[in-house]
Protein backbone atom coordinates (compact mmCIF):
# COMPACT_ATOMS: atom_id res chain seq x y z
CA UNK A 1 0.00 0.00 0.00
CA UNK A 2 1.27 3.48 -0.80
CA UNK A 3 -0.31 6.33 0.78
CA UNK A 4 -0.12 10.15 0.22
CA UNK A 5 -0.85 12.65 3.18
CA UNK A 6 -4.62 12.72 3.79
CA UNK A 7 -4.58 16.63 3.01
CA UNK A 8 -2.45 16.12 -0.68
CA UNK A 9 -4.10 18.39 -3.72
CA UNK A 10 -4.63 17.52 -6.87
CA UNK A 11 -3.86 19.93 -9.24
CA UNK A 12 -6.09 23.10 -10.13
CA UNK A 13 -3.88 23.84 -13.30
CA UNK A 14 -4.25 22.79 -17.10
CA UNK A 15 -2.38 21.67 -19.80
CA UNK A 16 1.31 20.51 -19.29
CA UNK A 17 2.10 21.79 -15.56
CA UNK A 18 1.53 25.04 -15.74
CA UNK A 19 -1.17 27.12 -13.70
CA UNK A 20 -3.87 27.97 -15.71
CA UNK A 21 -4.12 31.51 -14.18
CA UNK A 22 -2.57 33.16 -11.45
CA UNK A 23 -3.49 36.56 -12.23
CA UNK A 24 0.07 36.85 -13.70
CA UNK A 25 1.02 39.39 -16.62
CA UNK A 26 1.40 38.20 -19.57
CA UNK A 27 4.02 41.04 -20.92
CA UNK A 28 7.57 39.81 -21.80
CA UNK A 29 10.00 38.70 -19.64
CA UNK A 30 13.22 40.87 -18.68
CA UNK A 31 16.50 39.31 -19.43
CA UNK A 32 17.14 36.20 -17.11
CA UNK A 33 14.54 33.44 -15.93
CA UNK A 34 14.94 31.61 -19.45
CA UNK A 35 15.18 34.28 -21.72
CA UNK A 36 17.62 33.44 -24.67
CA UNK A 37 20.65 35.65 -23.94
CA UNK A 38 21.62 38.84 -25.62
CA UNK A 39 20.32 38.78 -28.81
CA UNK A 40 22.17 41.59 -31.51
CA UNK A 41 25.72 41.30 -29.20
CA UNK A 42 27.07 38.62 -31.11
CA UNK A 43 26.17 35.71 -28.91
CA UNK A 44 24.59 33.90 -32.08
CA UNK A 45 25.31 34.71 -36.06
CA UNK A 46 23.87 37.29 -37.90
CA UNK A 47 23.22 35.75 -41.05
CA UNK A 48 19.45 36.21 -41.99
CA UNK A 49 17.50 33.13 -41.85
CA UNK A 50 16.76 31.04 -44.66
CA UNK A 51 13.46 31.94 -44.81
CA UNK A 52 10.83 34.33 -43.72
CA UNK A 53 8.40 33.87 -41.23
CA UNK A 54 5.37 32.12 -41.53
CA UNK A 55 2.56 34.07 -42.39
CA UNK A 56 0.74 35.88 -39.03
CA UNK A 57 4.24 35.08 -37.08
CA UNK A 58 5.38 37.15 -34.76
CA UNK A 59 8.29 39.03 -35.67
CA UNK A 60 10.36 39.48 -32.77
CA UNK A 61 9.07 35.77 -32.08
CA UNK A 62 10.74 34.89 -35.12
CA UNK A 63 13.97 36.74 -34.47
CA UNK A 64 14.32 34.90 -31.65
CA UNK A 65 13.91 31.60 -32.99
CA UNK A 66 16.35 32.37 -35.79
CA UNK A 67 18.69 33.48 -32.84
CA UNK A 68 18.75 30.00 -30.81
CA UNK A 69 18.34 28.18 -34.37
CA UNK A 70 22.25 28.69 -34.55
CA UNK A 71 22.82 26.04 -37.48
CA UNK A 72 20.36 27.52 -39.61
CA UNK A 73 18.35 23.87 -39.85
CA UNK A 74 14.79 25.30 -39.75
CA UNK A 75 14.39 23.42 -35.98
CA UNK A 76 16.28 23.71 -32.92
CA UNK A 77 17.66 20.59 -30.74
CA UNK A 78 17.93 20.46 -27.06
CA UNK A 79 21.83 21.52 -27.15
CA UNK A 80 20.64 25.15 -29.21
CA UNK A 81 17.93 25.24 -26.68
CA UNK A 82 19.93 25.14 -23.63
CA UNK A 83 22.68 27.31 -25.38
CA UNK A 84 19.74 29.83 -25.40
CA UNK A 85 18.16 29.71 -21.84
CA UNK A 86 19.44 31.37 -18.42
CA UNK A 87 18.08 31.85 -15.22
CA UNK A 88 18.07 34.64 -13.43
CA UNK A 89 21.56 34.80 -12.09
CA UNK A 90 22.65 33.64 -15.76
CA UNK A 91 23.54 30.09 -14.85
CA UNK A 92 22.90 27.79 -18.06
CA UNK A 93 19.32 25.84 -17.93
CA UNK A 94 19.98 21.99 -16.41
CA UNK A 95 20.39 19.58 -19.78
CA UNK A 96 17.65 17.64 -18.21
CA UNK A 97 15.28 20.47 -17.74
CA UNK A 98 15.65 21.66 -21.36
CA UNK A 99 14.72 17.88 -22.40
CA UNK A 100 12.01 17.73 -20.54
CA UNK A 101 10.88 21.54 -22.43
CA UNK A 102 11.84 19.44 -25.95
CA UNK A 103 9.58 17.06 -24.75
CA UNK A 104 6.49 18.85 -23.81
CA UNK A 105 6.57 20.61 -26.87
CA UNK A 106 8.18 18.00 -29.73
CA UNK A 107 4.50 17.38 -30.59
CA UNK A 108 6.11 15.04 -33.74
CA UNK A 109 8.78 13.35 -31.89
CA UNK A 110 11.05 14.42 -34.07
CA UNK A 111 13.51 15.28 -31.46
CA UNK A 112 13.88 19.21 -32.00
CA UNK A 113 11.11 21.55 -32.39
CA UNK A 114 10.01 24.36 -35.26
CA UNK A 115 8.84 27.29 -34.58
CA UNK A 116 5.62 26.66 -34.43
CA UNK A 117 6.41 24.29 -31.24
CA UNK A 118 8.80 27.03 -29.98
CA UNK A 119 5.68 29.55 -30.17
CA UNK A 120 4.24 26.86 -27.13
CA UNK A 121 7.14 26.17 -25.88
CA UNK A 122 8.67 30.05 -25.44
CA UNK A 123 4.88 30.80 -24.28
CA UNK A 124 5.10 28.18 -21.35
CA UNK A 125 8.45 29.67 -20.29
CA UNK A 126 7.16 33.08 -19.93
CA UNK A 127 3.83 32.03 -17.67
CA UNK A 128 6.26 30.15 -15.40
CA UNK A 129 8.74 33.25 -15.20
CA UNK A 130 5.78 35.43 -14.03
CA UNK A 131 5.38 32.58 -11.70
CA UNK A 132 8.42 32.19 -10.21
CA UNK A 133 8.88 36.17 -9.79
CA UNK A 134 5.74 35.83 -7.67
CA UNK A 135 7.76 33.52 -5.38
CA UNK A 136 11.14 34.65 -5.21
CA UNK A 137 10.13 37.61 -3.00
CA UNK A 138 14.36 38.86 -2.42
CA UNK A 139 14.59 39.06 -6.10
CA UNK A 140 17.75 36.71 -5.69
CA UNK A 141 16.98 34.60 -8.57
CA UNK A 142 16.64 31.41 -6.85
CA UNK A 143 13.78 30.41 -4.25
CA UNK A 144 14.12 28.42 -1.11
CA UNK A 145 12.29 25.88 0.52
CA UNK A 146 9.62 28.28 2.06
CA UNK A 147 9.00 29.97 -0.74
CA UNK A 148 8.68 26.43 -2.69
CA UNK A 149 6.35 25.18 -0.51
CA UNK A 150 4.54 28.49 -0.99
CA UNK A 151 4.53 28.25 -4.41
CA UNK A 152 3.06 24.25 -4.39
CA UNK A 153 0.45 25.30 -2.25
CA UNK A 154 -1.55 27.84 -4.41
CA UNK A 155 -1.12 25.33 -7.01
CA UNK A 156 -3.30 23.20 -4.99
CA UNK A 157 -0.54 20.46 -3.65
CA UNK A 158 -0.52 20.71 0.43
CA UNK A 159 2.72 18.24 1.08
CA UNK A 160 4.15 17.07 4.22
CA UNK A 161 7.49 19.22 5.70
CA UNK A 162 9.22 15.36 4.79
CA UNK A 163 8.10 15.59 1.38
CA UNK A 164 9.07 19.22 0.85
CA UNK A 165 12.71 18.84 2.40
CA UNK A 166 13.06 15.41 -0.07
CA UNK A 167 11.72 17.59 -3.04
CA UNK A 168 13.80 20.66 -1.95
CA UNK A 169 16.97 18.65 -1.98
CA UNK A 170 16.04 16.54 -4.87
CA UNK A 171 16.01 19.85 -7.36
CA UNK A 172 18.37 22.26 -5.19
CA UNK A 173 20.62 23.79 -7.51
CA UNK A 174 23.04 25.99 -5.69
CA UNK A 175 25.12 25.61 -2.40
CA UNK A 176 23.19 26.48 0.66
CA UNK A 177 21.98 29.89 1.15
CA UNK A 178 23.02 32.30 4.51
CA UNK A 179 20.33 30.24 6.19
CA UNK A 180 22.40 27.27 5.66
CA UNK A 181 19.09 26.01 3.07
CA UNK A 182 19.99 24.92 -0.81
CA UNK A 183 17.80 27.16 -3.37
CA UNK A 184 16.46 26.24 -6.25
CA UNK A 185 17.10 28.23 -9.82
CA UNK A 186 14.66 28.89 -12.05
CA UNK A 187 14.72 26.07 -14.36
CA UNK A 188 14.82 23.55 -11.37
CA UNK A 189 11.84 25.19 -10.12
CA UNK A 190 9.69 24.31 -13.31
CA UNK A 191 11.40 20.85 -13.38
CA UNK A 192 9.87 20.38 -9.95
CA UNK A 193 6.58 22.17 -10.23
CA UNK A 194 6.11 19.66 -13.66
CA UNK A 195 7.34 16.38 -11.22
CA UNK A 196 5.01 17.05 -8.62
CA UNK A 197 2.23 17.44 -10.94
CA UNK A 198 2.56 14.66 -13.22
CA UNK A 199 3.23 12.29 -9.92
CA UNK A 200 0.36 13.28 -8.36
CA UNK A 201 -2.01 12.68 -11.80
CA UNK A 202 -0.31 9.38 -12.13
CA UNK A 203 -1.37 8.71 -8.13
CA UNK A 204 -5.01 10.04 -8.92
CA UNK A 205 -5.75 7.88 -11.99
CA UNK A 206 -5.03 4.75 -9.80
CA UNK A 207 -7.04 6.39 -6.66
CA UNK A 208 -10.22 6.38 -8.00
CA UNK A 209 -11.70 6.63 -4.18
CA UNK A 210 -10.04 9.33 -3.89
CA UNK A 211 -8.73 7.83 -0.23
CA UNK A 212 -5.52 9.31 -0.56
CA UNK A 213 -4.24 5.30 -0.71
CA UNK A 214 -3.65 3.20 -3.79
CA UNK A 215 -2.34 -0.54 -4.45
CA UNK A 216 -0.35 -1.27 -7.26
CA UNK A 217 2.20 -3.65 -7.95
CA UNK A 218 6.11 -3.29 -8.71
CA UNK A 219 5.51 -3.34 -12.25
CA UNK A 220 3.07 -0.15 -11.73
CA UNK A 221 5.60 1.39 -9.14
CA UNK A 222 7.73 1.64 -11.04
CA UNK A 223 5.86 2.55 -14.70
CA UNK A 224 4.58 5.77 -12.16
CA UNK A 225 7.87 6.94 -10.83
CA UNK A 226 10.18 6.52 -14.26
CA UNK A 227 7.39 8.73 -16.23
CA UNK A 228 7.61 11.70 -13.80
CA UNK A 229 9.86 14.54 -15.49
Known amino acids: ??????????????????PASYGYSQSSAPPGYGQPQRYGQGAYPSQPPPQGP?????PQLWQWFTAVDSDKSGSITSTELQAALVNG?????????????????????????T????AGLWKYISDWQ????????????????RELSEALRSFGYHLSP???????????????NGYGQPTITFDRF???????????????RHDTQRTGWIQVNYEQFMSIVLSAP
Not at 1 to 16: I, L
Not at 54 to 58: E, F, K, R, S, V
Request: net charge negative; charged share 20%; proline share 4%.
Open 1 to 18: MYSQPSNYGYSQGQGQGR
Open 54 to 58: PPGAD
Open 89 to 113: NWTKFDLDTVKMLMSIFDRDHSGTI
Open 115 to 118: FTEF
Open 130 to 145: NVFRHFDQDRSGSIDG
Open 162 to 176: TLMNLIQLKYASEPA
Open 190 to 204: VRACVAVKALTEAFQ
